[in-house]
């Protein structure tokens, strides 16, 4: 869905989008939007944010308030450091400042639908291998196992963004508690363990980025 009270905006948008293999439903301000939300399924909203009657800031805030977490990507003008702190903390997931980049819009919107689907599902699928997150277990090569909570969360969180760089204090604040005074390098020892579990497998492999931390890559020869 795109949601813009620029006509030209919303014909540019929908031709781009629609060229690209999306469905696309177009409202031109907040309210319109959440009328159509009532009746057309959506998988992700493109969102401006200077609209008369609801901005998108507080359309935003009412999807999230009212338990939606259908994607969104505002997409808007306003660039400054406090708009985009406005615009996350109302509940956007992306943050695209016009003019944007075509391609770059494309990609952030492939990105995020499929992070919403693998949220949805708690099934991650890379190659022939299945993560499921609800039962900690990964499946491949004809065998499922269960993995320890750590390990499959670790690679589940790198799996889920790959070639994204996870530094080692980011991995620690998101998987292990906040205030836990382990050693970052506890992270190196469960990577090992899963390297050494997952050494047959060709699907993905956890590449090291010195100094910095790890990422994952589909395929491929990483250390």
């Excluded at 869905?1 to 439903?25: E, P, Q, W």
């Excluded at 491949?140 to 760089?165: A, D, H, M, R, V």
């Excluded at 050494?196 to 491929?220: H, P, Q, S, W």
């Amino acid at each position: 869905m795109v949601v813009d009270d620029n006509v030209n905006t919303c014909k540019l948008l929908k031709a781009l989008l629609v060229r690209s293999g999306y469905n696309v439903t177009v409202a031109n301000d907040g309210n319109e939007a959440l009328e159509l939300l009532d009746v057309k399924h959506t998988d992700l909203i493109v969102l401006d944010v200077m609209m008369p009657g609801m901005d998108g800031f507080e359309f935003a805030s009412t999807l999230r308030q009212g338990g939606m977490n259908t994607p969104i990507i505002m997409l808007t003008a306003k660039d400054t450091s406090a708009d985009k702190r406005m615009g996350f903390l109302s509940g956007t997931d992306d943050y695209v400042v016009k003019p944007f980049d075509d391609e770059e819009l494309l990609l952030r919107i492939s990105a995020l639908l499929r992070r919403a689907k693998i949220v949805n599902e708690k099934k991650l699928t890379v190659g022939d291998s299945v993560f499921d997150l609800e039962s900690f277990s990964v499946s491949f090569g004809g065998e499922t196992k269960t993995l320890p909570q750590k390990e499959f969360l670790l690679i589940y969180k790198l799996l889920s963004s790959p070639n994204k760089i996870h530094t080692r204090r980011q991995l620690m604040d998101e998987l292990w508690d906040m205030e836990s005074e382990t050693d970052e390098r506890t992270v190196d020892v469960h990577i090992n363990r899963l390297r050494e579990r997952f050494r047959n497998n060709c699907d993905f492999t956890i590449m090291t980025v010195r100094g910095l931390g790890y990422k994952a890559i589909i395929g491929g020869d990483g250390k």
